[in-house]
C-alpha cells in the first residue's frame, strides 16, 4: 500500500480509457487543478493516442464545485481530475488522484494527542488510507473516529477546504487532520471547537493547531469593513459555488448591499466595480486565503452577519458549504 512519502499514483488510464469507451465518449475534455497542471500534456497525449478527440481546459480550477463546463461544451464527456464529486453528472467523470505515504509517520503525531480517543479526517488524496491510518493508531492505543461527512463529502473522513462536516461527525474533543497545508486543519478547528492536531504525512512535521490567529486576522478585516459606503454581495456563476439564496439574505441585511454575479472573483474586478467592500459568497476560501490580492476588505457572510449585528461574536463561524 505504502509507496513512501511523496509518491504520487499515477492516473490510471487504461481505466478511464475503459470507462470513456462505456459511455460512447469520442471527444474528451480534460480538467487539471494547479496541482495537476503538468500532467495534462501526458494524459491528453495518451487519450488520443488511445483514439480520442481530446481538449484541455486552460482555466484555473479550483474544485470539484469549479467544472469546466464551457470546455464540456466541446467535448461528449469532462474528466475532472484530483477531486471526489460534489455534484453527479452523466457527462462528467471524477478522477480523485491517490497521494500514498507510509502510515508509520504518524508516530510524528502521537506526542501531541492527549486523548485515548480522535476523531480523524484528510483530504481525498489521502482518504484511501484512512483505514490504515486507523489500524496504526489502534496499535497505539488511540481509538480513531472516522465517518463520512455530508453529501459534499461522502468519502470516510474527508474534508473539504468548504466543508468540515466529517470532523464535525466524529463527536470527538481532539481530532487529528492528516494533510498538507494549515487551512484545513484551521478549518476543523473553528467549526468544531475541537483541538486539532495537524501532520503533514509527506514532511512528517505534527503541531497543534491555534486557529485564533486567523481570527485575529480576520478581525482586523472586518474593522476596516465597518465603516465601508457599499458592499457588493458577491454570487458565483459556477454551478458548483451558486449560492444566491444566501447572498439575496445577505443583502437584505444593509440597504448599502446589492448583488454583484461573478465567474471569477478577482481583484480587477472589484476596482472595475468599485465597491468599498465585498461580502463572497463563492469558494469560501478566496476571502480567507486571498485578501492579501484584494484591493478592499472581503468579508464572509457568518463575518458579514457579525457586522450587521445578526450574529455575536462569540459565535464566529468558518464559511462553510453544506448540503441541505
Given at each position: 500500500?505504502?509507496?513512501?512519502?511523496?509518491?504520487?499514483?499515477?492516473?490510471?488510464?487504461?481505466?478511464?480509457?475503459?470507462?470513456?469507451?462505456?459511455?460512447?465518449?469520442?471527444?474528451?475534455?480534460?480538467?487539471?487543478?494547479?496541482?495537476?497542471?503538468?500532467?495534462?500534456?501526458?494524459?491528453?497525449?495518451?487519450?488520443?493516442?488511445?483514439?480520442?478527440?481530446?481538449?484541455?481546459?486552460?482555466?484555473?480550477?479550483?474544485?470539484?464545485?469549479?467544472?469546466?463546463?464551457?470546455?464540456?461544451?466541446?467535448?461528449?464527456?469532462?474528466?475532472?481530475?484530483?477531486?471526489?464529486?460534489?455534484?453527479?453528472?452523466?457527462?462528467?467523470?471524477?478522477?480523485?488522484?491517490?497521494?500514498?505515504?507510509?502510515v508509520t509517520v504518524l508516530s510524528r503525531a502521537l506526542p501531541l494527542l492527549e486523548s485515548r480517543r480522535v476523531g480523524l479526517v484528510t483530504t481525498v488524496q489521502h482518504v484511501h488510507l484512512v483505514d490504515a491510518m486507523a489500524a496504526y493508531l489502534g496499535e497505539h492505543e488511540i481509538e480513531a473516529v472516522a465517518v463520512p461527512g455530508d453529501g459534499r463529502t461522502p468519502l470516510r473522513g474527508q474534508v473539504?477546504?468548504?466543508?468540515?462536516?466529517?470532523?464535525?461527525?466524529?463527536?470527538?474533543?481532539?481530532?487529528?487532520?492528516?494533510?498538507?497545508?494549515?487551512?484545513?486543519?484551521?478549518?476543523?478547528?473553528?467549526?468544531?471547537?475541537?483541538?486539532?492536531?495537524?501532520?503533514?504525512?509527506?514532511?512528517?512535521?505534527?503541531?497543534?493547531?491555534?486557529?485564533?490567529?486567523?481570527?485575529?486576522?480576520?478581525?482586523?478585516?472586518?474593522?476596516?469593513?465597518?465603516?465601508?459606503?457599499?458592499?457588493?454581495?458577491?454570487?458565483?456563476?459556477?454551478?458548483?459555488?451558486?449560492?444566491?439564496?444566501?447572498?439575496?439574505?445577505?443583502?437584505?441585511?444593509?440597504?448599502?448591499?446589492?448583488?454583484?454575479?461573478?465567474?471569477?472573483?478577482?481583484?480587477?474586478?472589484?476596482?472595475?466595480?468599485?465597491?468599498?467592500?465585498?461580502?463572497?459568497?463563492?469558494?469560501?476560501?478566496?476571502?480567507?486565503?486571498?485578501?492579501?490580492?484584494?484591493?478592499?476588505?472581503?468579508?464572509?457572510?457568518?463575518?458579514?452577519?457579525?457586522?450587521?449585528?445578526?450574529?455575536?461574536?462569540?459565535?464566529?463561524?468558518?464559511?462553510?458549504?453544506?448540503?441541505?
Amino acid at each position: 500500500m505504502s509507496q513512501g512519502a511523496g509518491c504520487t499514483s499515477l492516473i490510471p488510464i487504461s481505466d478511464l480509457v475503459r470507462r470513456l469507451r462505456e459511455r460512447g465518449a469520442e471527444r474528451v475534455a480534460l480538467q487539471f487543478p494547479a496541482g495537476l497542471a503538468r500532467r495534462a500534456p501526458g494524459v491528453a497525449a495518451a487519450l488520443r493516442d488511445a483514439g480520442f478527440d481530446v481538449i484541455v481546459s486552460g482555466d484555473p480550477c479550483y474544485g470539484a464545485c469549479d467544472l469546466a463546463l464551457d470546455a464540456l461544451v466541446h467535448a461528449d464527456v469532462l474528466v475532472h481530475f484530483g477531486h471526489a464529486p460534489v455534484e453527479e453528472r452523466p457527462d462528467v467523470i471524477y478522477e480523485p488522484v491517490r497521494i500514498d505515504f507510509d502510515v508509520t509517520v504518524l508516530s510524528r503525531a502521537l506526542p501531541l494527542l492527549e486523548s485515548r480517543r480522535v476523531g480523524l479526517v484528510t483530504t481525498v488524496q489521502h482518504v484511501h488510507l484512512v483505514d490504515a491510518m486507523a489500524a496504526y493508531l489502534g496499535e497505539h492505543e488511540i481509538e480513531a473516529v472516522a465517518v463520512p461527512g455530508d453529501g459534499r463529502t461522502p468519502l470516510r473522513g474527508q474534508v473539504l477546504g468548504c466543508n468540515f462536516a466529517a470532523a464535525r461527525a466524529t463527536g470527538a474533543d481532539e481530532i487529528l487532520f492528516v494533510g498538507t497545508g494549515v487551512f484545513h486543519p484551521t478549518g476543523v478547528q473553528l467549526a468544531t471547537r475541537a483541538r486539532v492536531v495537524a501532520l503533514d504525512p509527506l514532511t512528517g512535521e505534527a503541531r497543534s493547531v491555534d486557529a485564533s490567529r486567523l481570527v485575529r486576522r480576520r478581525a482586523a478585516v472586518m474593522a476596516k469593513a465597518a465603516d465601508a459606503t457599499s458592499f457588493g454581495i458577491i454570487v458565483s456563476t459556477k454551478s458548483g459555488q451558486q449560492r444566491m439564496d444566501i447572498a439575496r439574505r445577505l443583502v437584505a441585511l444593509s440597504d448599502r448591499a446589492f448583488l454583484v454575479a461573478m465567474r471569477e472573483v478577482s481583484p480587477a474586478g472589484m476596482l472595475d466595480l468599485g465597491f468599498a467592500c465585498y461580502v463572497n459568497t463563492a469558494c469560501p476560501r478566496l476571502a480567507y486565503d486571498d485578501q492579501i490580492r484584494f484591493p478592499v476588505p472581503v468579508l464572509a457572510p457568518p463575518e458579514f452577519e457579525i457586522l450587521c449585528g445578526v450574529r455575536a461574536w462569540d459565535d464566529y463561524a468558518i464559511d462553510e458549504y453544506l448540503s441541505p
